[in-house]
């Protein structure tokens, strides 16, 4: 079996290698996008204002979760249960491998400069 996970990583990685930082950026912007909508559906007007959804959701994506705002509805809390929270942390990895890819690449390509 830990071959199996084994495998499914190595091809996770190799997409993430691919993805370029264009589609990552858009697949983040697409998520806020539809995350707000579905909230604003979902009438949780406290959570709907540009500044306050750009914090709650940075805040709830990346799981440090303050606590200071969350949805009151039940339909909000579906929201963030099956949309927000697991496709938003999903993105928050890409976007951690494709930044921690940047910065190791680099470093390795100063060490064959010295």
Known sequence: MPVIFKRLALLVRAHIDQLSWQAV?????????VTWG????????AL???TTFFYYYTVTTSTVGYGDFSPTSE??????????I?????????????TC????????DDMQCV
């Open 101 to 108: 890819l940047l910065y190791t690449s680099d470093a390795a």
């Open 25 to 33: 950026v858009l697949a983040i912007l697409a998520h806020m996008l």
């Open 75 to 84: 339909l909000g809390r579906w929201v963030v249960a099956l949309i927000q």
């Open 86 to 98: 697991p496709f938003g942390l999903a993105l928050f990895g890409v976007l951690l491998g494709k």
């Open 38 to 45: 579905l909230l604003f559906i979902a009438n949780e007007q």
């Open 48 to 50: 709907t204002s540009f």
